[in-house]
C-alpha cells in the first residue's frame, strides 16, 4: 500500500472553506492512490515477484519524468505468465480512500454525476466501480491468453489526453457544463485533465502536480471536500 501522504494543511482547499463555484454536477478522479490507497499495477507486480522495480517505473511515470504509456507498457510486461485469478485476489485487497464512499454519496445526493479514469486496468476497477456505485468508468484492459496475462495491453492505452476526452464526454452525456466539474488526481497524467475540468484539486499529489494546479487536499480523505465543494 501506498504510504499516506504528509498531513499538511491544504493550500486552498479546507474544511469550511468553500472554492469558488456552485456544487458540481459531475466529479471525476483517478483511481490509484487517488479513490483507492493502492497502485494496482504495484499489488499484480507482488503476485509476478516484479513488485520493486514496478514501483520505481510508477514513482518516475508520475512525477512526469518518462512517458506514461512507455512506462506503463514496461510495467504491464513483467506481469507475463501470471494467472489471470490475480485480478479476483487484488480486487479483494483494495482500500477505498478514507471517505471515497460518502464522497460519492453525497454526489448523488444532489442529483450529480460520479465518474473514475485510471492507467490501471478495467478487470479491477469495473468490479469496484459497481461496488462503489460509480457511474462512469474508463481504465486499461490486459490481454490473456489460457488463463495467464500475456503482458500486454488490449487497444488504446488511457493516457492524459483520454482522461481529457472521457470528462468532457461524460459531461456532454449528462448535458453538464465544464464549469460545473471537478477532477482529483494525484499524478502528472491527471494535470491536463484537472485543468480541463471547472475545479481541479490535486490530492496528495507529487511537487510537480501541487505546483501546476491552483487546489490541494494534503490529507488523505476524500469526503473533507464535501463541505467545501456545496454538497454538505
Not at 499538511?8 to 482547499?13: D, M, S, W
Not at 514496461?74 to 485480478?87: D, K, M, P, W
Not at 448535458?175 to 497524467?189: F, K, M, R, S, W
Not at 485533465?193 to 499529489?205: H, K, L
Request: include cysteine; aromatic fraction near 4%; charged fraction near 25%.
Amino acid at each position: 500500500m501506498k504510504e499516506d501522504c504528509d498531513l499538511l494543511i491544504p493550500r486552498a482547499v479546507s474544511v469550511g472553506r468553500s472554492v469558488p463555484s456552485p456544487p458540481p454536477r459531475l466529479i471525476v478522479t483517478d483511481v490509484d492512490s487517488t479513490l483507492i490507497a493502492e497502485e494496482v499495477i504495484e499489488e499484480l507486480a507482488t503476485r509476478a515477484g516484479t513488485r520493486e522495480r514496478v514501483a520505481r517505473i510508477t514513482a518516475r511515470a508520475m512525477n512526469g519524468e518518462i512517458d506514461f504509456a512507455e512506462s506503463l507498457r514496461e510495467r504491464v510486461a513483467t506481469l507475463s505468465g501470471i494467472s489471470q485469478s490475480v485480478f479476483t485476489q487484488v480486487l479483494a485487497e483494495l482500500h477505498p480512500r478514507e471517505g471515497a464512499q460518502e464522497l460519492i454519496d453525497a454526489v448523488h445526493a444532489h442529483g450529480g454525476v460520479f465518474g473514475v479514469v485510471s492507467g490501471g486496468f478495467e478487470e479491477v476497477v469495473a468490479p469496484l466501480a459497481q461496488r462503489m456505485r460509480i457511474d462512469h468508468f474508463l481504465a486499461n484492459r490486459l490481454e490473456v491468453s489460457d488463463g495467464k496475462l500475456t503482458g500486454r495491453i488490449l487497444g488504446d492505452i488511457v493516457t492524459a489526453e483520454a482522461k481529457v476526452e472521457a470528462l468532457k464526454k461524460w459531461a456532454k452525456l449528462h448535458e453538464i457544463d465544464l464549469h460545473l466539474t471537478v477532477a482529483i488526481g494525484d499524478g502528472a497524467n491527471d494535470i491536463p485533465m484537472m485543468q480541463t475540468a471547472g475545479i481541479g484539486i490535486a490530492f496528495c499529489a507529487k511537487p510537480a502536480v501541487r505546483q501546476a494546479i491552483q487546489y490541494t487536499l494534503d490529507l488523505p480523505r476524500l469526503d473533507l471536500l464535501i463541505t467545501p465543494l456545496g454538497l454538505g
